[in-house]
């Protein structure tokens, strides 16, 4: 019988609806980060190097780019003849087939692939978010203490903890009470979606609990194990980690990579960040280029002017272009004589000749604020951007568009041109 200490379980089925259309027609996790890599290779590394080398990735919308990159899990060191990653869709069962509908509904779900490592622990992982951890470190903390589910927590500054579910502790870390986004937070404590539970504990809970709608770890699966007097601890983490739920959130988590000393270092020796890349010749920067405190990634062609920016692999930028503070993504092109202020750019996207994107004064998106605000362009991917146009900020474009559906040559601040068909 095969018998793993430690496997995990990796939530990568979200469609992060508030990266608008970064995430129309790719799942969050597979969203590009930091010019080479996706958001899942974070946990993805994070296993590997925690000495974790079981990983089941629960996917769900838009799975293709998302399996395509992960495949077999070589980059990982996860193509194990026991173990390694397992990619895990919704299935056809006898009876009663449906939709992953909550967080601990798609763990509950994948029982019979637990069940098959016989593990000790189970740690279950969120793939959205930018960080690094060791938790083979967390494991240690959750058997000393006796712990039958540890839960990764960090402190959050008291105004915002209202947005987090917080945890309540003693002196001890033990968990006395959790509060799910409390209107006035008694601790600042805020869980982080990472949690290991003893496996005997979190089956029992999770088929306690299998008939609720949308079981979720935080509404459900937790008060659960806390109503039953098991042991819960929160398991305090203070280094860099990013939730990049938000086009801001992104955004500002690609920039602070290029910081002179960043908060979130790639570069580090010891704990590497693998991803699946393209075989890619290297970045071609011509005579009269510039490019400063940028990621430029391999096989990119620099013809103009970057300065503050990540440009992904195989990204062309033409001759007297400008670009400024922005993201592009992997083999986009850009043509001459632009300029790009603040602009995410998504993969596979063509601007033409003398495009301005992030001119002029800021207004108020109008078919969705919370979701394109800060000042922000946003280019869905494989999008087409004609010759000569001149787009304002707090502006998204997503579709193959031609000169007729701009009026003036221009999309003003706060504008919204999503051609039929691309959501």
Not at 66 to 89: C, E, K
Not at 208 to 215: D, H, M, R
Not at 398 to 419: H, M, P, Q, R, W
Request: with cysteine; proline share 4%; aromatic share 10%.
């Amino acid at each position: 019988m095969i018998k793993k200490e430690m496997i995990a379980m990796l939530l990568a089925g979200g469609q992060g609806s508030r990266l608008g259309v970064l995430t129309s027609k790719v799942a969050k996790p597979a969203v590009s980060f930091g010019g080479k890599y996706r958001i899942i290779d974070f946990p993805l590394s994070n296993c590997i190097n925690s000495g974790v080398d079981t990983v089941g990735v629960l996917t769900q919308y838009r799975p293709l780019k998302l399996n395509t990159h992960i495949g077999i899990g070589i980059p990982w060191d996860l193509d194990r003849n026991i173990g390694g990653v397992t990619v895990l869709p919704p299935y056809e069962k006898s009876s009663n087939s449906e939709w992953y509908t909550g967080t601990a509904n798609a763990i509950y779900q994948n029982i019979e692939y637990m069940e098959t490592f016989n593990p000790e622990y189970v740690l279950i992982l969120s793939g959205d978010h930018i960080y690094k951890m060791d938790y083979e470190v967390m494991l240690d903390f959750h058997k000393a203490n006796g712990a039958e589910c540890t839960i990764a927590v960090m402190p959050v500054p008291w105004e915002e903890a209202s947005r987090f579910g917080i945890m309540i502790t003693d002196d001890n870390k033990r968990i006395v009470d959790f509060e799910e986004k409390p209107a006035n937070p008694r601790s600042n404590l805020a869980s982080m979606g990472i949690y290991i539970f003893n496996w005997k504990t979190l089956k029992e809970a999770l088929i306690k609990n299998a008939e609720q709608p949308a079981l979720d770890f935080g509404k459900h699966v937790i008060p659960y194990c806390h109503e039953n007097g098991a042991p819960m601890y929160a398991y305090e983490f203070t280094g860099y980690w990013k939730d990049v739920g938000t086009l801001s959130s992104y955004w500002e988590a690609n920039m602070e990579l290029i910081d002179i000393v960043p908060e979130f270092n790639l570069y580090e020796e010891y704990w590497k960040i693998y991803t699946r890349s393209e075989v890619q010749p290297p970045q071609y920067l011509a005579a009269d280029s510039v490019a400063e405190r940028s990621i430029i990634g391999e096989g990119s062609e620099i013809y103009g002017k970057v300065y503050n920016s990540v440009i992904g692999c195989g990204v062309t930028i033409g001759k007297g272009t400008v670009v400024r503070d922005s993201i592009i993504m992997n083999h986009t092109t850009i043509g001459e004589n632009c300029e790009l202020y603040k602009a995410i750019v998504a993969e596979e996207t063509a601007i033409g000749n003398g495009v301005r994107l992030g001119i002029g004064e800021e207004a108020q998106n109008e078919t969705a604020p919370h979701i394109y605000n800060h000042g922000l362009v946003t280019v869905g991917e494989k999008s087409v951007i004609p010759d000569g146009i001149t787009v304002g900020k707090n502006s998204v474009i997503f579709g193959v568009t031609d000169a007729a559906d701009y009026e003036n040559a221009c999309l003003a601040s706060g504008k919204t041109l999503i051609k039929a068909g691309e959501v």
